[in-house]
T-cell receptor, first 115, second 115 residues
Framework: AQTVTQSQPEMSVQEAETVTLSCTYD???????LFWYKQPPSRQMILVIR??????QNATENRFSVNFQKAAKSFSLKISDSQLGDAAMYFC????????????FGQGTRLTINP | GAVVSQHPSRVICKSGTSVKIECRSL??????MFWYRQFPKQSLMLMAT?????????EQGVEKDKFLINHASLTLSTLTVTSAHPEDSSFYIC???????????FGSGTRLTVV
């Protein structure tokens, strides 16, 4: 079974600075997807960024980028120029490439932005 | 695109009664939907996979008779909490995806309080 581990329960960063959230996963599959979701106080789950395992290029979405190391099974999220609105719980998630498979979530990292 | 609507957003019910939560895919067809439960400050816990036209697949430890799932159409899945008790109070979230290479979209969640 696949597992996802986020070893940082809480992180904090100064506004406008850069922060990196860690995520490791375990799988025997070669084709899969990795995601970072944000859950603000409203509790709405918002997709931040998505990475396909067969793509070597790291995904980027504006201020958000990932460092995907397939061999090391590592998938970290870098947030640049942190903003107050980035404060939220961040969940790393894994999904098999097989259609209809569930998302496997990590434990989450609570990110605080200090003004 | 890929909007998932969930209702109600909040519900308070008396112990012993049943509560139905609806999850709709508004702009795509969803043969599979997922139901999660989330306790405060914790990650999402998958309860069951809802399959259109067939029986739901429940995760280990989830009571099938307590949490009834119906997926009668390609755009609607319902979760009914039967004979609710205070320990069923929680945040319930549904999700679905329009296609294999797309991230999962989540409903806004339902906060259930059983008194």
């Amino acid at each position: 079974a696949q597992t996802v581990t986020q070893s940082q329960p809480e992180m904090s960063v100064q506004e406008a600075e850069t922060v990196t959230l860690s995520c490791t996963y375990d799988t025997s599959e070669s084709d899969y997807y990795l995601f970072w979701y944000k859950q603000p106080p409203s509790r709405q789950m918002i997709l931040v960024i998505r990475q396909e395992a067969y793509k070597q290029q790291n995904a980027t979405e504006n201020r958000f980028s990932v460092n995907f190391q397939k061999a090391a099974k590592s998938f970290s999220l870098k947030i640049s120029d942190s903003q107050l609105g980035d404060a939220a719980m961040y969940f790393c998630a894994y999904r098999s490439a097989v259609w209809g498979q569930k998302l496997v979530f990590g434990q989450g990292t609570r990110l605080t932005i200090n003004p | 695109g890929a909007v998932v609507s969930q209702h109600p957003s909040r519900v308070i019910c008396k112990s012993g009664t049943s509560v139905k939560i609806e999850c709709r895919s508004l702009d795509f067809q969803a043969t599979t939907m997922f139901w999660y439960r989330q306790f405060p400050k914790q990650s999402l816990m998958l309860m069951a996979t809802s399959n259109e036209g067939s029986k739901a697949t429940y995760e280990q430890g989830v009571e099938k008779d307590k949490f009834l799932i119906n997926h009668a159409s390609l755009t609607l899945s319902t979760l009914t909490v039967t004979s609710a008790h205070p320990e069923d109070s929680s945040f319930y979230i549904c999700s679905a995806s329009p296609r294999a290479d797309y991230g999962y979209t989540f409903g806004s969640g339902t906060r259930l309080t059983v008194v």
